[in-house]
């Protein structure tokens, strides 16, 4: 798989613009502000086609990147207190209407900050991942920001903290430094060809 030929394709607000799946597709979860489309940018080699903001939230529609053999689905970022009653309904409606549809979801990352214990929004995304049987990961960003002898002790915190779903995969990463990435290319090839 070729992650330095994408293009941005698209952005939809309302569940019903969005177009039938015809390719496999790589979908990205998370909570505002946990470096999403840092991440993305960095396993496709890219410095902004996904737009890095300060201020969280900023991700309002589910943004489509097209690989040659692979599809991005960026959703909006969760749990962020600073938008309105009727804006949070619109991200509900649009994330819960893309899960509903018949999707070729190959693999979904789902982003957690290693520093962090999971928060209540991370914990009801993952165990919605875990109940659909769609196939996900974790993908555990902002690990630059520990210092070396505190990543395997947050590790198994986390491990302990998600004891209740089995066999989920967590991948360390940061996309400042690039540790972590590789393996998350691997898990998104790997996806691809096991559909």
């Known amino acids: 798989m070729n992650f330095h030929i994408v293009e941005f394709e698209a952005a939809y607000g309302r569940s019903r613009q969005i177009p039938d799946s015809d390719m496999p597709e790589i979908v990205f979860s ?7 489309s840092s991440l993305i940018n960095k396993i496709l080699y890219r410095k ?42 619109r991200w509900a409606e649009l994330v819960e209407g893309y899960f509903a549809q018949e999707r070729d979801i190959a693999l979904i990352v789902q982003i957690c900050d290693i ?17 659909s049987g769609h196939p996900f990961i974790i993908a555990l960003t902002k690990l630059d920001k520990l210092k070396s002898s505190q990543r ?38 790997e996806s691809v060809t096991n559909e």
């Not at 998370?30 to 999403?36: A, M, R, Y």
């Not at 089995?166 to 972590?180: A, N, V």
């Open 30 to 36: 998370g909570k505002s502000n946990v470096g999403k």
């Open 48 to 89: 902004s086609i996904a737009r890095v903001s300060a201020t969280p939230g900023k991700t309002t529609t589910i943004n489509f990147f097209k690989l040659s053999d692979v599809r991005f689905a960026d959703l909006p970022g969760y749990g962020y207190a600073k938008v309105s009653r009727s804006e949070k309904d």
């Open 115 to 131: 520093r962090h214990s999971p928060t209540k929004d991370d914990m009801a995304m993952i165990d919605f991942l875990y109940n």
């Open 152 to 189: 395997t002790p947050r590790i198994e915190a986390l491990q302990q903290e998600l004891s209740q779903y089995e066999g989920i995969k967590l991948y360390p990463c940061s996309s400042q430094t690039g540790e972590g990435i590789d393996e998350i290319r691997a898990a998104i090839e």
